[in-house]
């Protein structure tokens, strides 16, 4: 994904906090609030929320088998 497609889907996490980690995203807990901190992160608009290592994108990428890099790409 390039620059200009990740800043019109990417959140400001300065300004306003993630979703729940209970928002689903493709049936998985923690999916849309660890793609939401992914992206924000790459663009180093994150805020205080972290990506990685966060606990809960650990989990999910635990289970799922994706590493942060693999994760990354794709946000």
Known sequence: ???EQLKRLAIDLRHQPPPSPH???????T???S???CRAALLGINGPYNYPPCGLAHSL???T???PDEFS???
């Open 31 to 33: 999916a849309a609030r």
């Open 61 to 63: 990428r635990a289970f």
């Open 35 to 37: 793609l939401l901190k």
């Open 1 to 3: 994904m390039n620059a």
């Open 65 to 67: 088998g994706i590493t």
């Open 23 to 29: 928002v689903r995203l493709g049936g998985f807990v």
């Open 73 to 75: 790409r794709a946000s």
